[in-house]
């Protein structure tokens, strides 16, 4: 049966009555601990939004809760129902008052777009439009509960910088490798159901209530829309992980002066000798491990049943080789690592990343010809580590496949010169069968276990290829192998669980007779200290030891080849300073 649509002014105002309570109740449920001040500044925002939710009934001549508004409304309980989800089953402690205010303005925003349609256009494009960006704007909470439904935590901020640093290939990976192909095809046959849905209920409505003749001034109904988009679109920028992702955009802009900073910087440094490890022509290699964890490689964990580090193992018996048995990440994800690694900034320091001198720099200084070797693709210099990068004397850099690509730019290096040459490749990072060839395969079964088993021996292949190489052919004096995080199979190496395997990482250091009958207080140090609790943040301290760079830059306490090296496991953290290393569950 079709009916007109009726006014009456006093609706409006009971209706915008029910809108402001409703949000001040669900304001009241989902708040824990907020000020009176927050709650007067809350109660104010939403008699505005309710006056505004008066005027656009006003304009419409419909009230807002009619039930030919069901597709405009299901925006608002949508944001709702997310914050209550939010509050009551993620248990995450934030105001929740932007969600309410999109939920709300959303709607609005969607009723008068709905009307304008209706009045001012004949196209249905339009109305096909307006449902696709009322499903995006729902889309924007699913990124919060597909991570929650993986992870079982909230997103953090280090995971959107990760994301904002991610390649294309990364990202494709990650989504094959935690989403599934399946999975993200489920998600979007949902998208189009909805959006199915939502035209049949729309044309229902629009044919069972059409609109009074009441005369409308279409500019004045464009400005209304434009307001009422302004206030969902600037809050969304503020809300839940798309906060955190504004903020890492922020940063990496602001950190890109890096090599203005450092470049004023290096006349600065003032080594406190002059002496080099060796007075031949030497190597020293520091290759970057990526998402290898000690809880699932043969060398650390003997009852593991794959044999996935046979090198390693074999090196372990050398007494050139150093393995270190208690060393961590000091984040589980890359960015967050490798601008402590590479750089003075580390968890016991209050140095930023954009004050702190480099190794590559420092490198440099103590005459070492810089090379930096990577697979990774992208490096457009937003993250922190292509910025260290970037100030090596030579960068090869080029996304292959796989890391033994990587080789092949060691081939070129004189051995005349002393070099100091950083690797940084994919390693073992999800998704594991992607690392290696298939006619590597070692392990065959078909278990994550399995895969990452053989992406770790291909590590292993790797790190023996260069040691061989760099022994024969350069002069290789000094080698140091560290992952940047470890890695949970099921989970990968995001940090919102804190679990420990995202942080247990293997690290080995070889030297060379040279180095060792020249530096034998070093070489001493670094043995005594193989089983001491290190944190992967102190690489930079050490590295500039072994290489004999100790200066106004360097600090000693963090120095492993020190004796004064100053920690142990009761100072140490990890996950950015947020957990003590004595909390580690596997050590018990
Ligand atoms: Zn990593």
Redesign the pocket.
């Known amino acids: 049966m079709v009916k007109t649509i009726k006014y009456t002014k006093l609706s409006y105002l009971l209706q915008s009555v029910l809108v402001l309570a409703t949000m001040c109740s669900l304001f009241f449920v989902t708040q824990h601990e907020v000020s009176s001040s927050g709650i007067g500044l809350f109660i104010r925002k939403s008699i505005v939004c309710a006056i505004v939710i008066y005027v656009v009934q006003y304009i419409i001549g419909c009230s807002f809760f009619h039930v030919r508004w069901l597709t405009q409304l299901f925006v608002m309980v949508w944001w709702y129902a997310f914050s209550l989800y939010k509050c009551f089953y993620m248990g995450v402690g934030d105001i929740f008052e932007n969600e309410i205010f999109i939920g709300t303005y959303g709607a609005a925003f969607f009723i008068v777009t709905q009307y304008y349609c209706e009045k001012f256009t004949t196209s249905s494009v339009f109305f096909v439009l307006a449902d696709i960006v009322k499903l995006l704007l729902c889309s924007v909470t699913f990124v919060t509960l597909i991570h929650y439904k993986i992870y079982g935590y909230p997103i953090v901020y280090e995971e959107m910088l990760a994301v904002y640093n991610t390649t294309y290939n990364e990202a494709v990976e990650w989504i094959t490798t935690y989403v599934g192909l399946s999975n993200l095809l489920l998600l979007l046959l949902v998208g189009g159901f909805l959006l199915v849905i939502l035209q049949v209920i729309r044309k229902k409505e629009m044919y069972c209530y059409p609109h009074s003749n009441l005369p409308r001034n279409k500019f004045l109904v464009i400005v209304v829309m434009i307001a009422l988009a302004y206030y969902p679109t600037v809050t969304l920028a503020d809300t839940d992980w798309v906060k955190d992702y504004v903020s890492a955009v922020n940063y990496s802009n602001d950190i890109k002066n890096y090599g203005e900073y450092v470049s004023n910087s290096i006349e600065t440094i003032q080594l406190s000798s002059e002496k080099k490890i060796t007075t031949n022509p030497h190597t020293v290699v520091m290759v970057i491990g990526?998402?290898a964890s000690r809880n699932y490689m043969k060398i650390y964990t003997p009852d593991f049943p794959y044999d996935n580090t046979p090198w390693l193992c074999d090196c372990s018996n050398n007494r050139d080789f150093i393995v270190f048995s208690n060393a961590y990440g000091c984040h589980s994800l890359?960015q967050q690592v490798l601008e402590n690694a590479l750089t003075e900034k580390s968890q016991y320091n209050e140095k930023d990343f954009l004050n702190s001198m480099n190794i590559i720099d420092v490198a440099k200084k103590k005459g070492y010809k810089t090379y930096w070797i990577t697979n990774l693709a992208g490096g457009d210099g937003a993250s922190t580590f292509s910025l260290v990068a970037s100030r090596a004397d030579v960068i090869y850099r080029e996304a292959s496949e796989y890391d033994d690509n990587m080789l092949k730019y060691l081939y070129k290096i004189n051995p005349e010169e002393n070099n100091f040459i950083v690797f940084h490749g994919n390693g073992s990072?999800a998704s594991y069968s992607a690392r290696y060839p298939d006619g590597y395969t070692v392990f065959h079964d078909n278990s994550r276990e399995a895969e990452y088993s053989n992406a770790i021996r291909f590590v292993d292949d790797f790190l023996k290829n260069v040691y061989e190489y760099g022994n024969n052919n350069l002069n290789l004096q000094a080698m140091l192998y560290f992952s940047?995080?470890g890695e949970n199979l099921v989970t990968g190496h995001g940090p919102s669980d804190r679990s420990f395997d995202k942080v247990r990482i293997p690290m080995f250091i070889y030297l060379g007779k040279e180095f060792q009958k020249n530096n034998m207080d070093k070489y001493e140090s670094l043995v005594a200290n193989k089983s001491t609790f290190f944190t992967n943040d102190m690489i930079y301290n050490t590295f500039l030891g072994i290489i004999n760079a100790e200066c106004n830059y360097y600090d000693s306490g963090e120095d492993l080849s020190s004796s004064h090296y100053s920690h142990t496991i009761d100072d140490l953290y990890t996950f950015g300073k947020t957990v003590k290393i004595l909390k580690d569950p596997f050590l018990h």
Do not use: V
Request: proline content about 0%; cysteine-free; overall charge negative.
């Open positions: 990526e998402s890359t990072h940047d995080h």
